[in-house]
């Protein structure tokens, strides 16, 4: 038989101190956790951010179609896309600064963020005389106590031809050789057409992969001569491209 004082050590009735000691832990620990919690960790998102503060690396903001290829004398229409995250609801003015040679408004100017998405129409102008290369506009959206900034890149091409339900613009080029033409495929199909298009040329085995809308293809000649293409499917999409040395 065991005697009182060999008795297992939790038989002892704990002190108040020790009480008070384990549950100091407890919630130190708590508190850990909830900080970790609170800050986004393990949670796969976006950090929150304070009043007034510059939120450049948060993707609060995004812009569709992701192919952002621009030719001169154009207007051409994007999508910019708002994900909430943990930016507080309200209403977001936006304020955008464009490079020279480019106008790009939204439309509203201003994004109702009630949800966990909203979207506004952006408008992209480029003048004739943009020349080729890469450009980048700054979008700002802010409701006076949060702010968000996002740098967008757009290109500018040398050579592009943009793709239409209605044919292709241009439809004649002329290039030097060893120049590179893209293919923009900007049609937006009906119900009963998906506006996918394949480019197949007559006098050399050449043929892009079929390109659903928004999407683009390119090819570099490396030889004089004529060029014409068309889509097999599609009698109003043909064109030429003139090769000079």
Not at 36 to 47: E, H
Not at 113 to 122: E, F, N, T, W
Not at 200 to 225: K, Y
Request: net charge neutral.
């Amino acid at each position: 038989m065991m005697s009182n004082t060999g008795s297992h050590p939790f038989n002892h009735r704990p002190t108040p101190r020790l009480v008070a000691t384990v549950f100091a832990v407890i919630a130190i620990g708590a508190g850990a956790v909830y900080t970790l919690y609170a800050s986004g960790f393990g949670q796969g998102g976006t950090s929150y951010q304070p009043p007034g503060s510059d939120s450049s690396s948060v993707a609060f903001m995004s812009l569709f179609p992701p192919n952002r290829v621009l030719a001169p004398s154009s207007i051409q229409n994007f999508s910019l896309v708002f994900s909430r995250g943990k930016a507080p609801f309200g209403i977001y003015s936006l304020s955008i600064v464009a490079p020279s040679g480019m106008s790009v408004s939204a439309n509203p100017p201003f994004a109702n963020i009630s949800g966990d998405r909203a979207a506004v129409d952006l408008f992209v102008i480029v003048r004739p005389d943009v020349p080729p290369g890469n450009y980048s506009v700054t979008i700002s959206a802010s409701n006076g106590a949060w702010t968000a900034h996002q740098t967008f890149s757009f290109r500018v091409p040398f050579y592009l031809v943009r793709i239409f339900s209605e044919g292709l613009n241009p439809a004649n080029l002329s290039i030097k050789v060893g120049s590179t033409v893209e293919w923009l495929n900007l049609d937006l199909g009906t119900d009963e057409i998906n506006g996918t298009h394949t480019l197949r040329f007559a006098s050399i085995s050449l043929a892009s992969p079929p390109l659903p809308t928004n999407m683009f293809w390119q090819h570099t000649f490396q030889t004089a001569g004529i060029y014409r293409y068309e889509d097999p499917m599609d009698p109003r999409i043909s064109g030429e491209i003139t090769v000079v040395a």
